[in-house]
């Protein structure tokens, strides 16, 4: 039996950051629901890239893809997912405000399943108040916020990853390779090579 990953998201999440992880997880051989407050199975989400160019002091903000998502907010059950995923982009910012996503995360982390969480996306695990005395970092411009709530951000390299107990973390997408394996290792699969 395949087990459930829940993917919290919306409008102008980071494209690579939820895409390329629902297809890496499937990969693997979990059941991927994408979900958004507000929206249904088969509604879309809109999405951005961001990216840096030369000489500009932050990030651009390129069109994305257009993603369908393959269940419903609303029928969200806790009990039946073993692992949830935070992907970054400017949807954190509205995802942290609603009550609902709140509650889940809470729920999440009160049972220990594996959560994990990338660039902005850790801006949902502050606003729940579930990162105090936990190791974790985000994209540096979320440090601040990260720091007032209790958190010990990690200063690492784009491309590596934080796991502190069941939470794991990434500064951006650079760090799937590394942030994939911390959270499907928490969620107690073992890949091994012949």
């Known amino acids: 039996m395949a087990?459930?990953?829940?993917?919290?998201?919306?409008?102008y999440t980071e494209d690579y950051e939820t895409y390329a992880v629902k297809q890496m997880l499937e990969l693997v051989g979990y059941n991927v629901?994408?979900?958004?407050?507000?929206?249904?199975s088969g509604d879309f989400i809109v999405t951005a890239v961001h990216d840096f160019?030369?000489?500009e002091?932050?990030?651009?903000?390129?069109?994305?893809?257009?993603?369908?998502?393959?269940?419903?907010?609303?029928k969200i059950d806790t009990a039946t997912y073993h692992g949830l995923f935070l992907p970054g982009g400017r949807c954190s910012e509205f995802l942290r405000l609603n009550d609902r996503v709140i509650e889940i995360v809470k729920d999440f982390d009160t049972n220990k399943k594996?959560?994990?969480?990338?660039?902005?996306g850790t801006q949902v695990l502050t606003a729940a108040n579930i990162v105090s005395g936990i190791k974790c970092t985000a994209y540096p411009a979320c440090r601040p916020?990260?720091?007032q709530a209790g958190g010990i951000y990690q200063d690492i390299a784009i491309d590596d990853a934080v796991v502190d107990g069941h939470i794991v973390s990434g500064k951006a997408w650079p760090c799937h390779p590394k942030l994939i394996q911390l959270f499907i290792k928490l969620l107690g699969t073992k890949i091994t090579h012949n």
Do not use: M
């Not at 087990?3 to 409008?11: A, P």
């Not at 629901?33 to 249904?40: A, F, Y």
């Not at 002091?57 to 609303?74: A, C, M, P, S, V």
């Not at 594996?114 to 902005?120: D, E, N, Q, T, Y």
């Open 3 to 11: 087990r459930n990953i829940l993917i919290i998201t919306g409008d």
């Open 33 to 40: 629901h994408l979900v958004s407050p507000g929206k249904k």
């Open 53 to 55: 160019l030369p000489g």
């Open 57 to 74: 002091q932050t990030y651009t903000e390129l069109k994305g893809h257009r993603i369908q998502l393959n269940f419903d907010f609303d």
């Open 114 to 120: 594996p959560i994990a969480a990338v660039c902005h």
């Open 145 to 147: 916020e990260v720091q």
